[in-house]
């Protein structure tokens, strides 16, 4: 394994401590007083609220209300998805690279055993 796949794999590892897949959406709102001012004139709506947006495991979307004080901590968040993603494919162009270079060089395909599982 090269010294740069190990460095991604580092890479990846840090990154998943906190990554959260999904989008964030800012929204405004009007509330449920029909006197407030936010019913009259939508300038004066609530907000913005930010949102977490994803897809359930069945892959229904769902969201999620980010209160002001979690803003930052679940922006690094997705952020930190974003860069995780971006590490996989540069794992699998620097696997696809390797991969031709041995199939240019004929080389025997190398036998791929599962790994154990540690008792």
Do not use: D
């Amino acid at each position: 394994m090269s010294k740069t796949i190990k460095t991604l794999l580092l890479k990846l590892q840090r990154l998943a401590a906190t990554a959260v897949q999904g989008g964030l959406s800012e929204t405004t709102r009007t509330c449920g007083h029909p006197a407030c001012a936010c019913h009259q004139e939508p300038a004066r709506r609530h907000g913005p609220h930010l949102y977490l947006t994803f897809r359930t495991r069945e892959g229904r979307s769902s969201a999620l209300y980010v209160p002001r004080p979690h803003e930052p901590r679940v922006r690094k968040s997705v952020q930190s998805w974003a860069q995780l993603w971006e590490t996989i494919v540069e794992i699998s162009h620097q696997n696809r690279e390797a991969l031709a270079r041995s199939m240019r060089r004929r080389e025997p395909p190398r036998k791929v055993f599962p790994r154990r599982k540690r008792s």
